[in-house]
């Protein structure tokens, strides 16, 4: 399957939160041969475009190529690095990490670290250690040698983990949020024939402290339709009720009724579901996640966008490494091509 070897690519590169370059290259390189143009806008956004023919409807997908991590915070005299988190990170899953930090001489791997547990105190054990209380340990000896190895204040770091199938059509991987929406996105491109809308694919940047990226370039496209390609909570594993997170792996898609950022629009619902059952694609439908998409920030652009959201179920998400099946990426490809395809009959 083409797309899980671009998703690999994607997965693989480095992508914290307002450091996308080695994503927003990818971007580039695999949206180029299936669009009419290619171009970045002032904030860092990639925007592939799809020309249709005069006044049809534009249409513009999205799908946030940054990830969550970490960025250098201080050097200590004895060469570790205390950092900050970029986007929301559980610190219970942060001990322990090998983790990669991009200095400008270089990736240079690292662990993050604490105080040992044989040395600490019974109350010590029970609790849980916050970001701040922990460090990464890249093996200098002193500040200097940390800063010669090329680590300085303001390097991101993300998490050393490669890409891997693990079953027929189940991958693991970093940054799935959203790496999938990006190669969902691509394929999508890839598919769409006709002229019957303008397509503008959207590679956003920081999504993940506020939807920034999607906000300009909403702005500058204004757009009749925006979809967010995004993953959503897959809550089929032990410890979540159904009333929590109802969306399964491999039952296809989700399709967002409301969220934290955003209602769906009537017309944009209509036509998701539509276009699922006509083409019979499976879907799920989802309401009341606490989170939010690019589509947040689409919706209220200028005079108001009507916006919708395709969602991969993943498990996992927010965490070092997550999971997802090939099928519903697949399937989300299909619901997203066979939308577009209606649009004109909605809008």
């Given at each position: ?6 998703l ?16 927003r ?7 180029k ?59 219970r ?17 690292g ?18 250690l916050?970001?701040?209380?922990l460090?990464i ?11 010669r ?20 059509d ?8 959203d790496?999938?929406?990006c ?60 009333v929590?997170?109802p ?41 009341g ?19 919708g ?23 989300a490809v ?9 649009i004109?009959?909605?809008?």
């Amino acid at each position: 399957m083409v797309i899980a070897e671009t998703l690999e690519k994607l997965s693989n590169a480095c992508g914290v939160t307002g450091r996308e370059e080695e994503v927003r290259s990818l971007m580039k390189k695999f949206l180029k041969p299936h669009v009419d143009e290619v171009k970045e806008d002032k904030l860092g956004n990639v925007i592939g475009i799809k020309e249709g023919k005069k006044n049809t409807p534009k249409v513009m997908l999205a799908a946030h190529m940054d990830e969550i991590g970490l960025l250098v915070k201080t050097i200590s005299k004895e060469g570790f690095l205390q950092f900050t988190k970029i986007g929301g990170i559980d610190d219970r899953i942060l001990l322990a990490q090998k983790v990669i930090v991009y200095t400008e001489k270089g990736p240079l791997h690292g662990i993050i670290g604490s105080k040992p547990p044989h040395i600490q105190k019974e109350e010590e054990r029970k609790k849980v250690l916050t970001y701040d209380e922990l460090f990464i340990d890249v093996g200098a000896e002193n500040q200097e040698q940390a800063k010669r190895m090329g680590a300085k204040i303001g390097d991101p770091v993300g998490f050393d983990i490669k890409f891997a199938r693990i079953g027929k059509d189940i991958v693991i991987g970093k940054a799935l949020d959203d790496r999938v929406g990006c190669a969902v996105m691509i394929e999508a491109m890839k598919q769409l024939k006709g002229k019957d809308c303008t397509v503008y694919a959207v590679g956003t940047v920081q999504e993940e402290v506020g939807l920034r990226g999607a906000t300009t370039a909403a702005f500058g496209i204004c757009p009749d339709v925006g979809i967010a390609l995004d993953v959503t909570v897959a809550g089929d594993v032990p410890g979540v009720r159904e009333v929590e997170a109802p969306i399964k792996l491999k039952k296809g898609p989700s399709i967002e009724i409301a969220d934290a950022g955003l209602i769906t629009h009537p017309k944009v619902l209509r036509l998701l579901v539509d276009a699922a059952e006509e083409n019979k694609i499976p879907y799920q439908l989802e309401t009341g996640l606490p989170g939010s998409t690019d589509a947040a920030r689409i919706s209220l652009t200028r005079e108001g966008v009507p916006c919708g959201v395709i969602s991969v179920p993943t498990r996992y998400i927010h965490s070092p490494i997550s999971l997802l099946s090939l099928e519903d990426v697949d399937n989300a490809v299909k619901l997203t091509v066979a939308a577009i395809q209606k649009i004109p009959k909605y809008f």
